[in-house]
């Protein structure tokens, strides 16, 4: 790419100029002017891709000249007013900057522009059926790894491999490069190019397509013996695992391999019982340290059997949930298929791990609500059993207890708490109230009026009765 600068600080002018050159991702050759005439020399001699001005200077000459020459407009101004505003707009400017610069913004603008930087069709096309008849079928030429490096990238999102492809091969990064996409990578040879001045520009390659496509991606590099194209390809395809590990934005050398550990995919008896304690005692901090002991930084296990053990989490997981009923709720079934999916597809380990952390706190959590709202179910129910048969005398904790199926501590706990008053008060109050009702309406004796509202007893019944209301069952039946 050529860029011209019109900009009347040369100081500044040099700067912009410095920064393209050193870090902008392809080669580009940079001039600087600073009036007219310069600009005409320039104009013809260097013709620009790209005129990166100040909008100050464009003078009806300038006009002119860009008019004549139609190259790409970035501009720039000290003042942002709506006259230079206009001006841009009447340029065509790909974008107006007010000064300081943001660099990096700028280069963005620069990468966006549509320049043709390829190489020519029919020597491309030539050379990459070339490279694919070295990979696949193994032709036994052994490459100098001192005049051409042979590298892979691959994206974090495999559906953007061919857009990847396209924009890396329009960079034109390295003046001999030979590029090949595959399904899910693309496989690189360059020559001539130094190997300090290689991972420079690789470091460049993975800062940029973030900044294009908020994506990431990583580079495995080989840097072996002198090999084939599938012997390169086979070394440098062993590193890029590190990737379940290490995530992304990494280059990695086919030299710095490491170990891989066996791991017994299933759960053993005695993690299983971890699991089910652990999940009923909200023991997050068991959970945790559990899951990621499998990311520990010395030690690597094969990935398929680190999926297939956190499957067998899973499935500890699922049992959980039928427990308590939560596959009926939609948000948490549509949330436990996608963990499934992401268990057997998900890229990187530490990124599963914590969606697994997440996804098990929802299900701590919604127990937990379930078991608030259970308990106040309790309470109701046990209402709902007093109203009913509170003129049976058996009638007790234990008895309403057994009727729920919990213990009789945990419901006088739970009922004292929830209806501000003690179990055996609250039967109490049910029962005078009814036999209050049976004094006014019925002329039934004392003592039938106390066992048809559940007092064996009629003198703890008459006990009973005049402390609530303060009178005994016949002068209240007499005085109201």
């Given at each position: 790419m050529r860029i011209l600068l019109i900009d009347r600080d040369i100081e500044e002018a040099r700067g912009i100029s410095w920064y393209i050159k050193n870090y902008f991702p392809s080669h580009v050759e940079v001039e600087y002017v600073q009036d007219t005439a310069?600009?005409?020399?320039?104009?013809?001699?260097?013709?620009?891709?790209?005129?990166?001005?100040?909008?100050?200077?464009?003078?009806p000459s300038i006009e002119k000249l860009l008019q004549r020459y139609q190259p790409h407009i970035v501009a720039l101004t000290a003042q942002p007013i709506f006259q230079h505003a206009a001006k841009a707009?009447?340029?065509?400017?790909?974008?107006?900057?007010?000064?300081?610069?943001?660099?990096?913004?700028?280069?963005?603008?620069l990468l966006a522009l549509n320049i043709d930087r390829a190489r020519p069709i029919a020597t491309t096309a030539a050379t990459d059926?070339?490279?694919?008849?070295?990979l696949y079928l193994k032709k036994p030429t052994i490459i100098d790894v001192k005049e051409k490096h042979f590298f892979i990238i691959e994206p974090s999102h495999f559906e953007s491999n061919l857009q990847l492809y396209q924009w890396f091969i329009e960079l034109r990064l390295f003046?001999?490069?030979?590029?090949?996409?595959?399904?899910?990578?693309?496989?690189?040879?360059?020559?001539n190019v130094g190997r300090d001045e290689l991972l420079k520009q690789l470091r460049l390659l993975i800062q940029e397509w973030h900044v294009v496509s908020s994506q990431y991606m990583n580079i495995?590099?080989?840097?072996?013996?002198?090999?084939?194209?599938?012997?390169?390809?086979?070394?440098?395809?062993?590193v890029l695992i590190q990737r379940f590990y290490k995530g992304y934005e990494h280059i990695f050398l086919s030299s710095e391999q490491f170990s891989i550990v066996r791991l017994d995919p299933l759960l053993t008896p005695e993690e299983q019982q971890l699991w089910i304690n652990s999940l009923e005692e909200r023991n997050t901090g068991a959970i945790k340290a559990f899951l990621y002991q499998l990311a520990k930084a010395d030690t690597f296990y094969h990935h398929d059997d680190v999926r297939i053990h956190l499957t067998s989490v899973l499935a500890q997981l699922r049992r959980y949930m039928m427990k308590y009923h939560l596959q009926q709720q939609a948000s948490i079934e549509a949330d436990y298929r996608k963990l499934f999916h992401l268990i057997l597809e998900g890229p990187i380990l530490y990124s599963i791990l914590q969606e697994m952390m997440l996804?098990?706190?929802?299900?701590?959590?919604?127990?937990?609500?379930?078991?608030?709202?259970?308990?106040?179910?309790?309470?109701?129910?046990?209402?709902?059993?007093?109203?009913?048969?509170?003129?049976?005398?058996?009638?007790?904790?234990?008895?309403?207890?057994?009727?729920?199926?919990?213990?009789?501590?945990?419901?006088?706990?739970?009922?004292?708490?929830?209806?501000g008053i003690p179990f055996k008060r609250y039967v109490q109050n049910v029962?005078?109230?009814?036999?209050?009702?049976?004094?006014?309406?019925?002329?039934?004796?004392?003592?039938e009026v106390a066992q048809l509202n559940g007092f064996e007893d009629v003198n703890y019944f008459i006990k009973v009765f005049k402390q609530q209301q303060g009178t005994t069952p016949y002068r209240y039946r007499m005085l109201t």
């Open positions: 310069q600009l005409q020399i320039s104009m013809e001699t260097l013709q620009p891709h790209v005129i990166i001005v100040e909008i100050e200077m464009v003078t707009i009447q340029l065509q400017a790909a974008q107006l900057f007010v000064k300081p610069i943001p660099l990096e913004q700028l280069k963005t603008t059926v070339q490279l694919y008849v070295d003046q001999q490069m030979t590029a090949l996409p595959l399904q899910n990578r693309i496989i690189c040879v360059v020559e495995a590099l080989y840097d072996g013996d002198n090999a084939t194209i599938r012997e390169m390809y086979d070394e440098v395809k062993k996804f098990t706190q929802t299900l701590i959590d919604a127990v937990e609500k379930s078991k608030e709202q259970l308990k106040a179910d309790y309470s109701e129910l046990a209402i709902e059993l007093i109203q009913r048969e509170f003129s049976d005398s058996t009638l007790n904790l234990h008895s309403v207890a057994q009727q729920l199926g919990i213990s009789p501590n945990y419901l006088s706990t739970l009922f004292s708490k929830k209806q029962r005078i109230q009814a036999a209050c009702k049976t004094l006014l309406e019925t002329d039934a004796s004392i003592t």
